[in-house]
């Protein structure tokens, strides 16, 4: 999947009928036998061609995949925390990659440090059943940085206040996977 | 949500087939019916256990900005706060967390250039600073979560 993220990062370019087609997608797949028909059919184009720019869009990374996205709290991940690390800027990558390889981390990204209040320059989104079991998680992460580990912490949601899913244009938000 | 609900949401995570008859290709796949699987995936959708299903898009490969923002918000400010911060169109997620930093929100806008101005706007309107954490790297996303 990456090696396809990677030949698309060269920002493609969207004809018109493109980005109606991602604004159609917003909406989700029609729950209908023929489902690219209806949707070609709001795009109002043909579905053959609605199909295939679909693969092509897939292809090239603009859709990332196409399936459910299951709500993680509703299947019982009641523990979702964000675990954040401070690790030698030099090694985050090959630590990055390391720690994103662990079936129970979902996200892995480098993000900026902001000194002196936050030192952590190693993001991993982690999902459990309760703490405790994050709290096993979090002991994995840290074995698996072994000694390159200077502080971490974990930072549980205690509140969502807004939830719209992202825009991807005027249309009704929610397409959009959320890899921030 | 029972044994077949599980099937459907681990053997649908990725790699929907794009065809004229997609469901009946998947069901088949699963052991259903294809009026089963696209009964079930309605039911998952109401009672909320599924946030979506279809196409994801990526956000950056559309040409929009995105970001991870943070703020300190002392608890006597909270609710006003929260309040503004939400009412930017541009504030896609906003999460309470038990850190110092207590408030994290995702920032969506249709051009890159834009998450600056965006920013800038909600410390004018709160007073309060905004901690930008753009993504630097992406190591690895795992989009299966079995169940």
Known sequence: ?180 | MDEVDRVIINGLQEGFPICERPYAATAQQLGLTEAELIDRLGHLLEDGVLSRFGPLIHAEQVGGGLTLAAMQVPAEDLERVIEQVNAFPEVAHNYERDHVLNMWFVLATERPEQVGTVIAAIESRTGYPVYNFPKEEEYFLNLRLAV
């Open chain 1, 1 to 180: 999947m990456n090696a396809v993220l990677d030949s698309g990062r060269e920002t493609p370019t969207l004809d018109a009928v493109d980005r109606r087609i991602l604004i159609a997608c917003q909406a989700g797949l029609p729950l209908v036998e023929r489902p690219y028909h209806a949707m070609a059919e709001t795009v109002r184009i043909d579905p053959d061609d609605l199909m295939q720019r679909l693969q092509l869009l897939l292809a090239r990374g603009v859709i990332r995949r196409i399936g459910v996205v299951p709500n993680h709290y509703k299947l019982g991940y009641r523990a979702n925390g964000m675990t954040v690390w401070d690790v030698p800027d030099e090694k985050v990558s090959e630590l990055g990659a390391r720690v994103g390889a662990l079936d129970f981390v979902s996200h892995c990204y480098r993000r900026p440090r902001h000194l002196p209040l936050w030192p952590y320059n190693l993001f991993a989104m982690v999902h459990g059943h309760d703490r405790d079991e994050v709290a096993g998680q979090i002991e994995a992460i840290r074995a698996c940085l072994g000694p390159d580990c200077r502080a971490h912490d974990v930072l549980f949601s205690t509140r969502i206040l807004k939830k719209t899913g992202l825009r991807f244009d005027k249309g009704q938000g929610g397409a959009v996977e959320r890899s921030v």
